[in-house]
């Protein structure tokens, strides 16, 4: 025996209903399970109503994909919608940037002065500069308390921070 039965479709993210007309073939006078365009429902002979699955996208809000990044990953419950991002080739995640990797060639520094906290308890103070391959440089303002510090002189960090 095959019937028509009505079918009302309800999708509460968007505040819409269609009604539409479904042929089954086997009528159960319980509740029966039918399949429609991949949304399986539970459905009652007299009254059939089907709710589309919400997806969870107006709660999620996609994050911004910076220049020299691409999407690098997708909410479990809202596929449309960026969750996170990686950088190309060549540029590293700083934040919520891609920032250009640039290697540092060569450091120098500069002794300024040395100031005491206590009479046995020097802190050394000066600058750092740094080369970098795409022709930058950097200058940092550095102390240096070898007491407490994990490096025992200026020159050890900027070697250090040469990266």
Do not use: Q
């Not at 005491?116 to 440089?137: F, K, L, M, Q």
């Amino acid at each position: 025996m095959v019937a028509l039965l009505p079918l009302l479709i309800v999708n509460p993210s968007v505040k819409s209903a269609s009604l539409i007309l479904v042929t089954i073939e086997r009528i159960n006078l319980a509740n029966m399970v039918v399949k429609l365009i991949g949304v399986t429902a539970l459905l009652n002979v007299r009254l059939v109503i089907l709710t589309i699955a919400d997806d969870n996208c107006r709660n999620r809000t996609a994050i911004h994909v910076p220049t020299n990044g691409y999407c690098s990953a997708h909410y479990s419950d809202c596929s449309s919608k960026c969750s996170d991002f990686a950088c190309y080739s060549g540029y590293y995640k700083s934040g919520m940037w891609c920032v250009k990797a640039v290697k540092c060639i060569r450091w120098g520094y500069t002794y300024e002065s040395t100031d005491y906290i206590e009479s046995n308890d020097p802190v050394d103070n000066g600058t750092c500069t740094y080369w970098y391959d795409d022709g930058s440089s950097k200058t940092e303002w550095v102390s240096v308390r070898p007491s407490s510090d994990p490096f025992n002189s200026i020159s050890e960090y900027c070697e250090y921070y040469c990266d």
